[in-house]
């Protein structure tokens, strides 16, 4: 069954010294798409990500089980391919990427031959194959990817016994270690992502300043660049993972602090090139009303606004999806409630402008405390406009463009930032390449298509 829930809110805005309300509303509409069919498939925590054919992939944790890998359409059809267990790789990582090749590339935190994890590849026609077994010298727990713009998967463990790792896999299978993290640089590695220049930023959940957690840039050879370590109390601490603004800045949530006393609720923050972090918005702030609580995660949409989750707080004290202004004007747009779920990952967008969240422990309470079910799959219409989005948002000129929407068959032209790119195909109606044209600069790309134009988000950048 399909369930949909709109709710009106009314806007927070954070201003420099205080906190203002606005008495202007927004609504959104929220739909269960489908609800985990067992308690061995269910609850998830990861990130959705959409493949060329316009599926989206995710993953479970699994309850009592190691998880499972499926895919659904927008209208909530689901195909189950992969049930993990401790041979293959157990307890996926909710970091899922869509390579180049087509492929998905993910991680589990644990099993493998060595019991310490084990990075994968998913091709489109459902085959599983483990790339490399951790066996704990060189990372235990495998957690977040990324591709760079060398065509080279990099990737961090999260760490536990052993400290966290930054590790390279090439497309042609070689695998090596290229940086061993300490306490002062960061534990528990939640996220790894490409700068605009061309380096790797790395957020992790504790170590650096009094355990609050940093942020680390490093070469693509694994060179320790500049460390950011987050100082607690209003400064915010335990980061989770960073997006790229199309502003040119980095946006991110702590999953603590942004009080005086106490550990807070959680903070946004903006962080720049230039490693300056600047509180966006503290949750739960004196004077606020309706929060969430404990963000997990956010995405920057095609509106230009970030929108995140939160595990707890809100009018249900079960989690919330908020909307936030790249200057710090906080919107409460949705409280969880028991019959969907608890938002418990970081959202995606679609290409069609819908936003995708995981939900977990959906449907009534047993004895008042427990939910019965196993979790749910949550689309978002927050009134978003489709979009174009690049598979990698860092090119050179020459090199192929990957573009992922809806709608491009019989397209005429695509175009990087008003420069007409002379070759482009259709792959099929979600998917387009085209070849970066001499002469171009960093901005948007935009595909004509029959029915009218698609504008990337972000901009790319060209170097």
Request: net charge neutral; glycine share 16%.
């Amino acid at each position: 069954m399909v369930r949909t829930r709109t709710t009106l809110v009314v806007i927070f805005a954070a201003l420099l010294g205080g906190i203002a309300a606005s008495a202007a509303a927004q609504s959104v509409t929220v739909t269960d798409l489908f609800s985990f069919s067992s308690y061995a498939l269910g609850n998830s925590y990861a990130t959705p990500v959409q493949s060329r054919s316009g599926l989206i992939y995710s993953n479970t944790t699994g309850s009592g089980s190691d998880g499972s890998l499926f895919d659904f359409s927008n209208g909530g059809v689901t195909t189950y391919f992969i049930t993990f267990n401790t041979i293959d790789g157990a307890v996926p990582s909710p970091h899922m990427l869509l390579g180049s090749d087509g492929n998905l590339y993910g991680a589990d935190l644990a099993g493998g031959t060595f019991g310490y994890g084990v990075l994968f590849r998913l091709t489109p026609a459902g085959k599983y194959t483990k790339l490399h077994e951790f066996n704990g010298g060189d990372g235990e727990g495998p957690f977040s990817l990324v591709e760079a713009s060398d065509g080279n998967i990099y990737g961090v463990t999260k760490g536990g016994a052993f400290f966290p790792t930054l590790f390279k896999y090439t497309p042609a299978g070689v695998f090596s270690t290229l940086y061993t993290f300490d306490n002062p640089h960061g534990v528990f590695a939640q996220s790894i992502i490409q700068a605009f220049d061309g380096n790797l930023l790395v957020t992790s959940l504790e170590g650096g300043t009094n355990n609050n957690g940093t942020i680390v840039e490093l070469s693509k050879a694994g060179k320790v660049l500049s460390t950011y370590k987050f100082p607690g109390g209003v400064g915010g601490s335990l980061p989770m993972a960073l997006v790229a603004g199309s502003d040119g800045n980095y946006y991110g949530v702590t999953n603590s602090g942004g009080q005086t006393t106490g550990f807070g609720y959680g903070t946004v923050f903006r962080y720049t090139p230039q490693g300056t972090v600047t509180i966006l918005y503290a949750l739960n702030s004196p004077g606020t009303t309706g929060d969430g609580t404990y963000p997990f995660g956010i995405v920057q949409a095609s509106d230009g606004f970030l929108y995140g989750t939160t595990t707890a707080g809100g009018a249900n004290n079960l989690g919330s999806l908020f909307r936030i202004s790249t200057s710090g004007a906080y919107t409460s747009l949705y409280s969880a409630n028991a019959a969907i779920g608890d938002p418990y990952g970081a959202p995606m967008q679609d290409t069609n402008g819908l936003i995708y969240m995981a939900a977990i422990y959906d449907g009534p309470t047993n004895n008042g405390t427990y939910h019965s079910g196993y979790g749910a799959m949550v689309s978002v219409n927050a009134g978003a406009p489709a979009f174009a989005k690049l598979v990698q948002n860092l090119r050179s000129v020459g090199q192929q463009a990957q573009i992922l929407g809806q709608g491009f068959t019989g397209t005429t032209s695509v175009t990087f930032n008003g420069i007409s790119a002379t070759s482009f195909k259709v792959v099929n109606d979600t998917y387009v390449t085209a070849t970066v044209p001499s002469g171009a600069k960093t901005g948007p790309v935009v595909v004509t298509t029959p029915t009218g134009t698609l504008t990337s988000f972000p901009n790319m950048t060209i170097r």
